[in-house]
């Protein structure tokens, strides 16, 4: 089926998703939106980011021709995912759901833990899909301000990446979780520190894959799947500086990642 597959993110910890389905989904177009622009989501009003990611999914659909949209955001998942799915005809694949899978999924002692921005958090959206699941854990969440400015500008090591994170995690520390769902695509870029302030004992669960494979199966469903063996093109957009997004986002993609455009499109 022809058509690309459109996702958006505040920024850069999309590409996390991208590289799972370019991995996943070698034969699929990918138009990837980083709203740079008006990042970060996490601190900004549910409602404006609600209007930010209908407004994005209606750009993919209309202007690119998106078969599927991936909200590669959990706080705009959070935030908007009902009105995005109003919004348009295609199938729409969310975040969360199969992170929460996943983290059910991993943990043995049924102590986990959720980390995500403060708008995520505070939406209730991570309590409310682990109830769905009907698997009885216990849920310990905290918000991590501060992270995904770090990645936003590279930074992803260093004495203070651990201090923020030492402090940040400190209730998932003491609550003796055995597995940690990354609730944010920015947050695997720090998987490292996490992991070293979290201790071998913790499982760290990004849901990039799992919403990789979950893509895989809805276009399957749908009779989108491209099942050919041609090589997919990726194109990647940025609402800011596209320059520094090209830069930034091949560090953390990889060579796919080798131009960027403005969005909205400056020929209209």
Same mark, same amino acid.
């Given at each position: ?168 995690? @400190?209730?998932?520390?003491?609550? +003796? /979780?055995?597995?940690? *769902?990354? =609730?944010?695509?920015?947050? #695997?870029? !720090?998987?490292? $520190? ?42 990647? @957009?940025?609402?800011?500086?596209? +320059? /520094?997004?090209?830069? *930034?986002? =091949?560090?953390?993609?990889? #060579?796919? !990642?080798?131009? $960027? ?8």
């Amino acid at each position: 089926m022809s058509g690309p597959i459109g996702m958006f993110d505040s920024g850069f910890g999309g590409l996390t998703v991208a590289r799972a389905m370019i991995d996943l989904l070698p034969s699929e177009d990918l138009v990837y939106i980083g709203d740079t622009g008006r990042y970060p989501y996490g601190s900004k009003p549910l409602d404006d980011v609600r209007g930010f990611a209908t407004e994005i999914t209606r750009s993919l659909v209309d202007d690119y021709g998106a078969k599927a949209i991936v909200v590669a955001c959990n706080t705009a998942t959070a935030a908007g995912l009902d009105e995005v799915r109003a919004a348009i005809d295609v199938p729409v694949i969310d975040v969360i759901t199969p992170g929460v899978k996943a983290l059910v999924a991993t943990t043995t002692t049924g102590r986990v833990g959720v980390i995500g921005t403060v708008g995520t958090v505070s939406s209730g959206a991570y309590p409310h899909a682990i109830a769905e699941t009907g698997v009885p854990v216990s849920l310990t969440s905290a918000a991590c301000p501060g992270f995904v400015e770090f990645v936003e500008r590279g930074k992803t090591t260093g004495d203070e990446v651990t201090v923020l994170a030492e402090r940040l995690l @400190a209730p998932l520390v003491a609550a +003796d /979780v055995d597995a940690l *769902l990354l =609730g944010c695509t920015h947050y #695997p870029f !720090l998987a490292r $520190t996490i992991g070293e302030v979290m201790g071998h004992g913790v499982t760290l669960v990004s849901s990039a894959d799992e919403t990789a494979f979950a893509v895989r199966r809805r276009l399957g469903e749908a009779g989108l799947l491209r099942e050919d063996d041609r090589q997919g093109a990726h194109r990647f @957009a940025s609402s800011g500086d596209i +320059d /520094v997004f090209r830069e *930034l986002g =091949g560090r953390l993609l990889g #060579p796919e !990642l080798d131009h $960027t455009e403005p969005w909205p499109s400056t020929s209209g």
